[in-house]
C-alpha cells in the first residue's frame, strides 16, 4: 500500500519504518524533506520524504503524526487532497504544548477525535496508535506473546478494515473498539492511554469480546 505519513517524529519515524519492514510504499510529508535524508537511508526500503500535499496526494491511506495544534493549518493545506481517503489520526493534545485548540479538544466530552473532523470533513477518519508511546512501538513490535494492543475507531468500514490491518503490519495487536464515538474511550486520562497494554488486556479494559 502507498503511505502518506504526516510528520517524521518520533511516531511518525517509527511507524513508517515498520510499515517499510513490511513492505509498503512510505511518503513523509514534512516541512524540511532535506532533513531526512539520513533517517531514510537507515530504513533500508521504499521511504521518500516530500512536502506535506504530496505525500497526501500519492497515497492510498494517510497517517497524521503532526502536533495537535499543526491541524488546523495542515487541515486547510491538504483537505483538497486528501478527499475521502483514509486518514489514521495519531494525534493528541499536549497541554499547554498545543495551546487552545488542544486545550478545547481535551475538555470535549465527546472525545478528542471530533475536535478533528470538522477540519477533514470528507476523510474516512480512523483514530489510532494514539495511545502507545513510541518506545514501546519501537521495541515492542512483533512481540512474542500477546501483542501490544492498538485501539482504533472510525465510522467507515472500510476505513477501520484497512487500518486495522495496517496495525497488524506493523506488528500490533488491533483493538476495533467501534465508531468514531468510541474513541473517548481511550483518550488521555483513560484506563488504556499510555498503559502499555497487550491486544487482550485492551478488549478486556474497554468491554470488547
Ligand atoms: N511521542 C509519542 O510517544 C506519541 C504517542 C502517541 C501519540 N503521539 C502524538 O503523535 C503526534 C506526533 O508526536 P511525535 O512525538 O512524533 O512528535 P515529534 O517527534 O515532535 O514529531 C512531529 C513531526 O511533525 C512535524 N511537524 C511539525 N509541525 C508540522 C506542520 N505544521 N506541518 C507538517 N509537519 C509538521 C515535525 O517536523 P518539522 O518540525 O521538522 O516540520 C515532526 O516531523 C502528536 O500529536 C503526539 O501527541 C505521540
Known amino acids: 500500500m502507498r503511505i502518506g505519513i504526516l510528520g517524521a517524529g518520533m511516531i511518525g ?19 524540511h524533506p532535506e532533513r531526512l535524508r539520513k533517517m531514510l537511508g537507515e530504513f533500508g526500503g521504499s521511504a ?11 497515497a492510498d491511506a494517510v497517517l497524521a503524526a503532526i502536533p495537535f495544534r499543526a491541524w488546523p493549518d495542515v487541515a486547510a493545506e491538504i483537505e483538497a487532497a486528501l478527499g ?13 504544548r498545543d495551546g487552545a485548540f488542544g486545550d478545547a479538544a481535551l475538555a470535549r466530552e465527546d472525545g478528542v477525535a471530533l475536535a478533528v473532523t470538522p477540519l477533514v470533513p470528507r476523510a474516512r477518519l480512523v483514530r489510532v496508535f494514539s495511545t ?3 518506545t514501546t512501538l519501537r521495541s515492542q513490535a ?37 465508531p468514531l464515538s468510541q474513541a473517548r474511550r481511550f483518550d488521555p486520562g483513560t484506563a488504556v492511554f499510555d498503559s502499555g497494554m497487550s491486544g487482550p488486556q485492551v478488549r478486556a479494559a474497554l468491554g470488547i469480546a
Not at 48 to 58: H, K, Q
Not at 84 to 96: E, H, M, S, W, Y
Open 142 to 178: 512483533h512481540c512474542a506473546g500477546d501483542r501490544i494492543g492498538i485501539p482504533l475507531a472510525g465510522d467507515d468500514a472500510g476505513a477501520v478494515a484497512t487500518t486495522a490491518r495496517l496495525v497488524g503490519d506493523a506488528g500490533f495487536d488491533p483493538v476495533v473498539a467501534g
Open 48 to 58: 521518500t520524504a516530500g512536502p506535506v500535499l504530496d505525500a497526501v496526494t500519492g
Open 13 to 31: 519515524g517509527t511507524v513508517g519504518r515498520l510499515w517499510v519492514g513490511a513492505g509498503h510504499s512510505v511518503a513523509f510529508g514534512v516541512r
Open 132 to 134: 502507545v508511546m513510541w
Open 84 to 96: 475521502d481517503k483514509v486518514l489514521l489520526d495519531a494525534t493528541v493534545p499536549d497541554p499547554p
